[in-house]
Structure formats: C-alpha cells, structure tokens
C-alpha cells in the first residue's frame, strides 16, 4: 500500500484520486468536520423518530413495504434483516481494485451528511480501504436505481458475514477482521438502508473507467502519429490555425498532442505528396479522437457530482431539521453521458481500422502488400484483419444504448431505472478491446516505419518505436501472430509507451 493519505470530506474528490485508492493503494482519513456532519445528522433521525414522524427506511419499511412499521426494539434485527434480503446480486465478482473504488465513492457520498447514518459505520469503510479488506461483490443484479443488490454484500462485511479478500486470500470476514483487530459494527435504524441505497456500484467503478479513457485518448494520438509516419502521410490538418478556427476543444487539444509526439519528423519538413487529401480515417483523426475527448468531460463533470453529492432517499436536511423523501439517486444525465462516450469510443475504433487496412494496401501506403519483408515469401499480415475488425464488431454492438431497457418493479412503485451498472460495465469491454484495435494498429505502423525507412522520427514516436520493438521486433518471417498481438495489448495497457513519449518530450 502506498505511504500517501487522501484526505476525504465529501465535497472535492476527483476521478483521479479515486484511481489513486483503488489502484495504488493511497490511504486515507475522514476530516473532523465531516465526521462532525454524521453525527449532526445521526442526532437529528432520532429526534424526529422520537416525534413519530415517519421515516423511510428508518420507522418504516423501504420499497413496496413503506407502508410497514419498525419499531425500536427491532431496530437492529430490521436492518440486519434488510441487508440479507437484498442480497441477491449475480456474478462475476467485481475486481478488488474495483471493489477499492466503490467503497471510496460510497464513504465520500456518505462523509456529505444527508443519511442519517451511525459515524461507526462510515469509519468502517475506512478501515476496510486502509487495512485493505475488500468484501465480495457480486457485481450483476442492479438496475441502477441504487445498486441495492450489489452494495448489500458490503454491509454484510460490516456486519462481520460474508467473504472478503485480504492480504490476496479469500476469507470469511470474522477471519479478516481478527487478524487486523477489526469489530464488527451492529446496525441499528437506518444504517442498513443507508449502506445499499446508493450507485456507488457504478460510479466507483466508473471513475476507473474514466481515468483508463482519459489514457486510450493519448494513447490513440500517439499511435495514430506513428500510423501516419507509416503511410508518409500529411500533417496539414494538424495545423493549428485550422483546428482553432474550428473550436472544437477536443480537436483542439488532440491536434496539439498529435503535433508534439510529431515533432522532428520527417513528415514535417516534406512537401505534400501522393493524393492532395488522405483517406478520412487519417486526415479526420484529431476531430474524432477529439470528440472522444469532449464527450469524456461532459461525463467527468458529472460524474464527479455524483461523488460529491448525497444520492440517498430519504434526504436529511439539518438546516431545516427535517427528512424529505426524494428522487437524488437519479443518475440519468451521466448514465446517458456514458452511453454517448461509448459511441465516441466506436468512431475512434473504426478511424483505427480503417488506418490498419490502408497501411496494408500498397495504393495508398506505397509498400508491400500486408507490409510483406518479401512478398514472394512471406504472408505478413494478411490474416490479421479478420481479428481486429471482429473487435470492432463487438464494440459497435456494446455502444448500443441500453439504459432505457427497464422493468417497473416492487409492486410498480419503481417504474424507472437506468442499468447504469450494465453501461459502465459495456464502456470497460470497449475499452479493452480497444487495447487490442490499437495494438494491431500500432503493429501495422512500426512495420510500415521499418519498411519506409525514414530520415527522421518525431522526438516521441521514435522512444516509442523503440520502446515497442524491444519487446516485438520487426516481422521479416512469418510467425504466430496471436502472441503478438498480446504482446502489443499488454504493452498499451501498461502505460509505458506513454510514459516513454512523455519523457521523451520532458
């Protein structure tokens, strides 16, 4: 685990910190004033409890059994109860990484204040990142109106039941908490509604996705840079007075970074050659790159309201000294955000595919066919395109919206909902399977670059082409492919290309 600390106080947590907690294991602490927010809030539910005013999830039931009364000397078996009866979500089970990321984006909505919960609880989230406890999650069975079904398995943990990992070993939890001096924590009103009544399911995991995202988009810049030193292509709409009279920011910004890892090429000191224009999968990259990119603020704008905000029903409302029933687990704007990104992510894949196959045609590359050392002799990559635009096939089908294909449910009380989970999830394949697109990509470029011999790389693209051939060397005979393939998706999921243009360019 990471020496870092992440300060947590529910009101400025970013995308990148969560990243940070979920992958590097950054620790973290509550601040005083949020944990003075809990309490605040924990005194005023019992003191309109004991005014007999009706709270959901708290004096009476939740769903369809809102109409049902708790009293308080079942509190603690009504909530223990509740936590078991949603237990009901499906495999696979979620990563540990993401499991890190919805416990941090559950703790920082909780630190706002507006549950009612025990403080004992949100402390518990807290140990359980630090101590590195991460309960099992079923991570199916939620249609995005809160992750009930899923976040439930967490308040099982809370309760010293069910499984979870530590130390890289699958463990019942009362075994996990005995060895790093844990309690359980024993629910009492409200706290159960509380630990499953939110998306966290989806934003945490979102968040990662997200910062992945935030990578594939420089990564694609770079690899198309390489792909158009392959074909000798022309960088004029890279320039920067076309794109600014556009003003599109994220053409903008992609043509920037493209021109950058460009710069010292040969590409930049030749005259226009061959055709006047290239194809469009070419000549229109930093636009659709850049649409990728516009597409991804709009969801981190929102995304990180989500993180930052309350999305519980009921609302506690201090400064009014009540609790309000509400529609703040909504999450529709940056559920539909996420479906828009992952059809900005099928352009990007096909503006990929598209540059793979010309690099393969002598008539717009001016090489050898499939990039042939000899082709008399060897087949090179003839084959090849069947896989990667199979990859795209799928792509194309997981950007289909689905957020609208809902069920009213619990007596049709719950009429809408938004399969959040599913959609995030369907981001995430896309974006591994990007990994693999662009990796084949880049496979066509540094062949084509070996082929074309240039007098001279960008300052970036060059690091990079090294760094890529110590690790896949130039196909001059015929060989399996599929390892590398794998090969080149694991050098692009890693991050090193990027670091190694970054530092290139440093």
Known sequence: MSDQVLILNGENLTVEEVDRVARQGVKIE??????????????????????????????????????KEVFDEYFE???RNLIYAHCVAVGPEASEEDVRAILLARLNTLLVGRTGIQPAVAYMYKEFLNHGIHPVIPERGSVGQADISCL??????????????????RMDTSKAMEMAGIKPVVLGPKDG??????????AGKAALVLNDIKELIDMANLIYAMSLEGLDGNVTPLDPIVNEIRKMPGQIYCAESIRKYLKGSYLNSKDITKSLQDPLSYRDACAVHGSVRDALEYVRKYLEL???????????????????????????????????LAIALSHLSKMSCH????????????????????????????TIQKPFTSLDTEIRHLANPSSMDFFSVAGEIEDHANNTPHVVRRVAKI?????????????????????????????????VFDEFRNEITFLEKD?????????????????NLLKAAREALA
């Open 193 to 202: 509604l509380a630990i499953v009544s939110s998306s966290a399911l989806s």
């Open 355 to 382: 540059r793979t196959v010309k690099l393969s045609n002598p008539s717009f590359s001016g090489l050898s066919r499939f990039l042939s050392p000899n082709e008399g002799e060897v087949q090179a990559y003839q």
């Open 431 to 463: 974006v591994d399977n990007l990994y693999y697109v662009l990796g084949i990509e880049l496979l066509h470029a540094a062949q084509a670059i070996d082929l074309r011999k240039p007098d001279s790389l960008g300052k970036a693209t060059k690091a």
């Open 77 to 79: 078996e009504y909530n």
């Open 30 to 67: 509550i601040a005083l004033e949020a944990m003075n927010r809990l309490e605040k809030a924990r005194e005023l539910v019992f003191e309109l409890a004991d005014k007999g005013i009706p709270i959901y999830g708290f004096t009476v039931g939740v769903g369809w059994n809102k109409d």
């Open 479 to 495: 060989r399996c492919l599929t390892i590398d393939i794998k090969k080149a998706y694991d050098i692009i999921k890693s991050g």
């Open 152 to 169: 439930s398995h967490i308040g099982l943990a809370i309760m010293g039941e069910g499984e979870v990992f530590y130390g890289g070993e």
């Open 306 to 340: 989500q993180l930052n905000t309350s999305d519980d029903n009921p609302c506690v409302v201090i400064e009014e000294r009540k609790i309000i029933s509400c529609q703040n687990f909504e999450v529709t704007t940056w559920a539909v955000g996420f479906e828009m």
